[in-house]
């Protein structure tokens, strides 16, 4: 599986942002997607998950009530919809996949096993 996140761009604070990860190759609708950051000097950190049938979902407290995760298994995408955005979700934004069949989300990004390009977002204050 190849992923690609898009959308990213600098927007003001308390705008919204919508992500966009979008698969190529098989199985991805088998697959768990996870959302990670990182901002420069930070370590990479989890943002919201889905499992792989969509019905359980996961977020990160500090973004918890203003993204949104989701995704569309017939045509291998999944979304991060960001609202209230603020400058400390400035950082570069990545989607992984995780290729084991799970109901819960995992949070760790050693945990995942496919990643793709991630995609700037800079939101100014």
């Known amino acids: 599986v190849q992923l690609q996140a898009s959308g990213g761009g600098l927007e003001q604070a308390g705008g919204s942002l919508r992500l966009v990860c979008a698969a190529s190759?098989?199985?991805?609708?088998?697959?768990?997607v996870g959302w990670f950051r990182q901002a420069p000097g930070m370590e990479r950190e989890f943002v919201a998950g889905i499992n792989w049938s969509g019905t359980t979902t996961y977020y990160a407290d500090s973004v918890k009530g203003r993204f949104t995760v989701s995704r569309d298994n017939a045509k291998n995408t999944s979304f991060l919809e960001m609202n209230s955005l603020n400058a400390e979700d400035t950082a570069i934004y990545y989607c992984?996949?995780?290729?084991?069949?799970?109901?819960?989300?995992?949070?760790?990004?050693?945990?995942?096993?496919?990643w793709g390009h991630g995609t700037q977002v800079t939101v100014s204050s």
């Open positions: 992984a996949a995780d290729r084991t069949r799970r109901v819960n989300v995992k949070t760790a990004p050693r945990e995942y096993d496919f």
């Open positions: 190759g098989r199985f991805f609708n088998l697959y768990g």
